[in-house]
């Protein structure tokens, strides 16, 4: 059983920052956290910042240049930090990891509210 526990969303004002954070825990062998995706209200889950297979990185156009995702491999922890916040960016964050081999299954963490508001 895996489980991905995301911490670091709240209440922030435009233009501000926040750090999110996602830990992969229990039998997670082989299962590599991947990135984050998010979902605003009466919209679908989108990608936000990911890794590649190949270990590059892929963001979502609204992101580049203000979201910076990492990763420690050796904590199976990926991190997603968030500069210059617009109101756009609020939804609930959730965390992805992915078995590493066929049939590559996808692991969703429960999900963390980001608030932009001033």
């Known amino acids: 059983q895996v489980r991905l526990v995301e911490s670091g969303g709240g209440l922030v004002q435009p233009g501000g920052s926040l750090r999110l954070s996602c830990a992969a825990s229990g039998t997670s062998f082989n299962i590599k956290p991947m990135g984050w995706y998010r979902q605003a209200p009466g919209k679908q889950r989108e990608l936000v910042a990911t890794f590649t297979p190949r270990d590059s990185t892929n963001y979502a156009d609204s992101v580049k240049g203000r979201f910076t995702i990492s990763r420690d491999n050796a904590k199976n922890t990926v991190d997603l930090q968030m500069y210059r916040l617009k109101p756009e960016d609020a939804a609930v964050y959730y965390c992805?990891?992915?078995?590493?081999?066929?049939?590559?299954?996808?692991?969703w963490g429960q999900g963390t509210q980001v608030t932009v508001s001033a």
């Open positions: 992805n990891a992915r078995f590493q081999y066929w049939p590559y299954n996808d692991y």
